[in-house]
């Protein structure tokens, strides 16, 4: 065998470089078996055609349609010679709908010989819409022929075949990728098997180099269910003995073991508080406080609704660990966040707060709030409190991560809302601890057990899903401005009806409204039905028409991310004050902001925000002892995908259930690339929702498997494959634990 195994040699070799070159630029495939990996998107059966009913806007698109009509027109023109201009109009159909193709210029005359009434082919371009119509310009497109001319197959075969369409570009066709395929799928054969043969023989799975085979040239749809079949487990395999490794090394080092004091600061916290823990925020207590006990980091992450209760779990936590002796910091996402959290500690440890201050109770230790905006004298004192050990809990944002920033003896680090932090940041912070600290994560984000597994599978997870006694139930609906105007007007009176009872409101928009007014560099609106839709609606302009009409009278105010955050914290605290009526904000309020008082929620073009992101935005009322009102604003058409997700939301309060409706109806790639570089997408084949049980299974025996060879000494393919699936920056986030 020459030197460079088959599956690595360099595609400029085998294809050529021109072909190379766009491969590698454009779909980032270098090797043969990378482009042995790229697998068809689906398959068209010749004898059906696809559903030109269904095509998305701005995307590139394979069809395979039979051509209608075709019409040569013929117009003045400065630019083509002789002063006339010719444009091709072809109109295609599949039986489920017709699709425009536009040829201009010099461009018209090789379709206009080809492309006759009744011609089938296949047709590759970015659809955009045209006159209200969509339209392919310019596609590029392959003759389907019958009989034996130009060297294409014979009738017979072409009639039942399975054509594979790949993701493809404008730069090359999917036919033109599928050629490339044929070219290298003899190496196919040597692909070297990452599963171990008795897991394979064990579930009855196809070998590599079949599978290969079958998924990109498959006879019957049993070949690509088959294909499939071996190629998510290879995926789901591989992904799972690298978080499988990483939990075996973080095993490997070490860590303090944080014990709490009998009758330490916990012991005095807890005496104070004034109800008792809920029955789960006791079991994950005691899965954490286990878990600090021991000698290597704890790597956990919490799970829980919003006003589940985490930030009074995670606070146990970290008394815990200051009564062990050590430091504990939270991380939060934001100023205002951390501001907030900062608040709501001190709070709730009353005179166990006021550390070395006069009035402070025995146990106390200091708590200290770290941000970019403080003042250099602030800043100076906060820094010289956690050198010293004075401050045994910091709260704090990215700016606890800078270099001047020491500890005397960092034991737990709590990062809040781990989708906005990255796994860089977790590590820098990581290395603030003479030994590894413990690490507890948490998110208010529910995410299916599957994603935790795929994206957060190097940690363990806990999960907080009953609400404290005395949180109230939020009625949500959904008000079609549009259709129903009347409904709106009624939304407004409500918002009125809850600040006549004593309580406040939020009204929610997309845009901030000081952004460029140029109407050029307004964001394109996508299309949904026919109607161009104007842009989002904006907090500056909401206010401004809110305060002028419907809510007249009432106290107004605005809250954005560009604000000064100076003014942002005056502005939350006369909201949180009860000194504001209505608070008229961007999605800055999504996490974390906690006033009781605030009962309604209007949500301006909801349909613009995620499942997900309407769920933590709900969870900002109802979190007194008054019901929640939660209105969801969208003029969306009764029948569009957008409202049927707004009735999903007003329809459950169960975060899980709607993390799996959100998954469902977006792509993978979005929900997994949320999770930064620590677990990018490398995911094909494998539906995260719909593959729960090939997860949950290859987790089980990617861990069997690591620990039983940690090095994977015997399986040089499995080893390989790893290599394949974390390139070097990878390999050092996974090695960093």
């Not at 536009?102 to 006159?131: C, D």
Request: with cysteine.
């Amino acid at each position: 065998m020459d030197l460079v195994p088959a599956l690595q040699e360099p595609l400029k070799k085998v294809l050529g470089p021109a072909t190379a070159k766009v491969m590698a630029e454009h779909l980032g495939l270098h090797t043969v078996g990378d482009l042995l990996h790229h697998y068809p998107r689906r398959y068209e059966e010749r004898g059906q055609l696809t559903h030109l009913a269904d095509l998305p806007m701005d995307e590139h698109v394979t069809v395979v349609a039979q051509v209608a009509d075709a019409r040569l027109h013929t117009f003045a023109s400065s630019k083509a010679p002789r002063g006339k201009g010719q444009r091709l109009e072809v109109t295609i159909t599949d039986g489920s709908g017709r699709l425009q193709l536009v040829f201009f210029g010099h461009g018209v005359h090789k379709p206009h010989k080809e492309l006759l009434p009744g011609t089938r082919a296949m047709f590759a371009g970015k659809v955009s819409v045209f006159n209200r119509r969509l339209q392919l310009a310019h596609p590029a497109y392959e003759l389907l022929r019958g009989g034996d001319d130009d060297g294409a197959e014979s009738v017979e075969s072409w009639a039942g075949a399975l054509i594979p369409l790949y993701p493809a570009t404008a730069k090359l066709e999917s036919w033109k990728i599928g050629k490339a395929v044929q070219t290298v799928l003899p190496s196919a054969q040597e692909a070297v098997d990452p599963l171990p043969g008795s897991l394979r023989e064990g579930r009855g799975l196809v070998s590599l180099p079949e599978a290969l085979l079958k998924i990109h040239r498959p006879h019957t749809k049993a070949d690509i269910e088959e294909a499939r079949a071996r190629l998510k487990w290879d995926e789901a395999f591989v992904l799972q003995v690298a978080l499988a490794r990483r939990r075996h090394a973080e095993t490997q080092l070490p860590a303090v073991p944080r014990k709490p004091r009998p009758d330490g600061l916990l012991t005095a916290f807890d005496d104070r508080l004034p109800f008792t823990l809920t029955e789960g925020q006791q079991k994950v207590s005691r899965e954490i406080f286990d878990d600090l006990a021991t000698d290597h980091p704890m790597h956990r992450l919490l799970q829980g609704e919003v006003g589940s209760g985490k930030t009074m779990v995670a606070l146990r936590a970290m008394l815990a660990v200051v009564d062990a002796g050590g430091q504990a910091v939270m991380l939060a996402p934001t100023e205002v966040l951390a501001q907030q959290h900062h608040r709501s500690v001190v709070e709730m440890m009353g005179e166990l707060a006021e550390g070395g201050m006069l009035g402070g109770a025995e146990h106390a230790t200091k708590v200290v709030l770290l941000t970019g905006s403080m003042g250099t004298a602030a800043r100076r004192h906060a820094l010289l409190d956690l050198a010293t050990g004075e401050a045994g809990i910091v709260i704090g944002t990215h700016a606890l991560i800078e270099d001047k920033v020491q500890f005397h003896d960092l034991g737990l680090v709590v990062v809040d809302e781990q989708h906005r932090f990255g796994v860089e940041q977790r590590d820098a912070l990581r290395g603030k601890g003479k030994q590894p600290p413990h690490l507890l994560v948490m998110t208010a984000t529910p995410i299916p057990r599957t994603v935790a597994m795929t994206v957060f599978g190097d940690l363990e997870t806990s999960v907080l899903d009953q609400l404290p006694a005395g949180r109230s139930p939020i009625a949500s609906h959904v008000v079609p401005a549009a259709d129903k105007p009347h409904f709106l007007a009624r939304a407004w009176e409500r918002v009125r009806e809850e600040v006549s009872n004593g309580h406040q409101a939020y009204v929610v928009c997309p845009r901030i409204g000081d952004e460029d007014d140029d109407p050029k560099k307004k964001s394109k609106q996508p299309l949904e039905g026919d109607a161009e839709r104007r842009p989002p609606l904006a907090v500056l302009d909401i206010a401004e028409q809110l305060a002028a009409g419907p809510l007249q009278g009432l106290r107004v105010e605005v809250l954005h991310g560009r604000m000064q955050p100076d003014d942002k914290d005056a502005v939350m605290r006369r909201f949180a004050a009860g000194e504001t009526d209505v608070l008229v904000a961007t999605t800055v309020i999504e996490v974390g902001v906690n006033v009781p008082n605030a009962t309604a929620m209007v949500i301006m073009d909801a349909d613009r925000f995620g499942v997900s992101q309407l769920h933590q935005l709900r969870g900002r009322v109802g979190r007194g002892s008054a019901p929640g009102l939660c209105l969801l604003v969208t003029e969306m058409p009764e029948a569009s995908p957008a409202r049927q997700r707004l009735g999903a939301v007003a329809g459950t309060l169960d975060g899980f259930e709607l993390s799996r409706i959100d998954l469902e109806q977006r792509r993978e790639g979005d929900v997994l690339g949320q999770a930064q570089s620590g677990a990018r997408t490398s995911l094909r084949v494998l539906a995260v929702i719909e593959d729960e049980e090939i997860i949950a299974e290859a987790r089980e025996e990617a861990a069997a498997v690591v620990a039983a060879d940690p090095e994977l000494t015997g399986l040089p393919g499995l080893r390989t494959a790893l290599e394949a699936l974390l390139d070097e920056e990878r390999e050092q986030y996974l090695e960093k634990g």
